[in-house]
């Protein structure tokens, strides 16, 4: 297993910060662009990068940055390895359950509303 040591983490913190404040601004950023950074900062592949996004979601900072790339990596579907780590995040027994659905998508359109209110106060 690739493992996201402090020295990796500062070498992709200003690429995740970039994606996080795009996903706070618009509430969505592309998937592959976040891969395809990440790959770039680390100078590694695809594997490397999916066992570094199951130990990002457990980071407060960038869990949603992982859950969102996590759910849109794979177009309609969500990769095996994806399935365990999303379910936990989204409180639900597992990826295949009844509930995933409804309680991923209920959690990103509460974090939309949530988001509109605090710009509606600034």
Not at 4 to 14: A, F, G, P, S, V
Not at 96 to 104: G, L, V, Y
Request: proline residues 2%; charged residues 25%.
């Amino acid at each position: 297993m690739y493992t996201l040591t402090d020295r990796r983490l500062q070498l992709i913190k200003h690429v995740l910060d970039r994606y996080r404040v795009e996903l706070s601004a618009h509430g969505r950023f592309h998937a592959g662009s976040l891969e395809r950074d990440l790959r770039a900062a680390l100078d590694t592949g695809y594997h490397e990068i999916k066992d570094l996004v199951c130990q990002l979601i457990l980071r407060r900072e960038y869990r949603e940055v992982a859950a969102y790339y996590m759910q849109h990596i794979g177009g309609d579907m969500v990769v095996a390895e994806f399935q365990a780590p999303l379910a936990s995040f989204y409180g639900v027994s597992a990826y295949n359950s009844p509930e995933f659905k409804q309680r991923s998508a209920t959690y990103w359109v509460s974090r939309e509303t949530l988001d509109e209110q605090h710009v509606q106060r600034m």
